[in-house]
Nanobody, 122 residues
Framework: QVQLVESGGGLVQAGGSLRLSCAAS????????MGWCRQAPGKEREFVAA????????YYADSVKGRFTLSRDNAKNTVYLQMISLKPEDTAVYYC???????????????WGQGTQVTVSA
């Protein structure tokens, strides 16, 4: 069983940057796809980014392409979401997710972390 723990959220001004980390426990980490989803107040959870188990393929929501970069370090059982040029509309709780394939929908993932708050002020 893989468990996910997020860190790195916080408050940042528009145009700023943050890096989220997700540390995973469990021996199957290097065999699973990882990703991030988010949920803004009053909205449904939405896909943000995903990476395959090798780290060779990444997928992004159109709203974050060119601004967010997802990477993984299998030796450290950790994935990283580097976010730049943040906008107020990026404000949300960000969840680390895991699954057998790098899906591009929030519903593709069965395993979720507890989430970390990202707030971008105008």
């Amino acid at each position: 069983q893989v468990q996910l723990v997020e860190s790195g959220g916080g408050l940042v001004q528009a145009g700023g940057s943050l890096r989220l980390s997700c540390a995973a426990s469990g021996r199957t980490f290097s065999r699973i796809a990882m990703g991030w989803c988010r949920q803004a107040p009053g909205k449904e959870r939405e896909f943000v980014a995903a990476i395959d188990w090798r780290g060779g393929s990444t997928y992004y929501a159109d709203s974050v392409k060119g601004r967010f970069t997802l990477s993984r370090d299998n030796a450290k059982n950790t994935v990283y979401l580097q976010m730049i040029s943040l906008k107020p509309e990026d404000t949300a709780v960000y969840y680390c997710v895991a699954g057998w394939v790098p899906g591009t929908r929030a519903s593709d993932y069965d395993l979720w972390g507890q989430g970390t708050q990202v707030t971008v002020s105008a």
